[in-house]
């Protein structure tokens, strides 16, 4: 079991990969429920996915990370 600790925005399955976002972490389970990484963030914070690879810009600092590795 786990939890946010702050402002639990939503779920979105990329693949065999699940993302949660809230407000302030963006974090990655597979779909049987174990937990491949967890990152903090702080708003204004936003993230897409593009070919296996997750690119977060929190308040215009950006980075790439894989998908599955995490940051």
């Keep these: 079991?786990?939890?946010?600790?702050?402002?639990?925005?939503g779920w979105c399955r990329h693949g065999e990969v699940v993302?949660?976002?809230a407000e302030l972490e963006l974090a990655a389970w597979t779909v049987d429920g174990e937990k491949l990484w967890t990152t903090f963030v702080e708003p204004?914070?936003?993230?897409?996915?593009d070919a296996g690879r997750v690119r977060v810009d929190v308040m215009g600092?950006?980075?790439?990370?894989d998908l599955r590795r995490g940051p």
């Design 1 to 9: 079991m786990d939890e946010a600790d702050f402002g639990f925005w």
């Design 19 to 21: 993302l949660m976002s």
């Design 44 to 49: 204004p914070w936003s993230y897409d996915i």
């Design 61 to 65: 600092s950006v980075r790439s990370f």
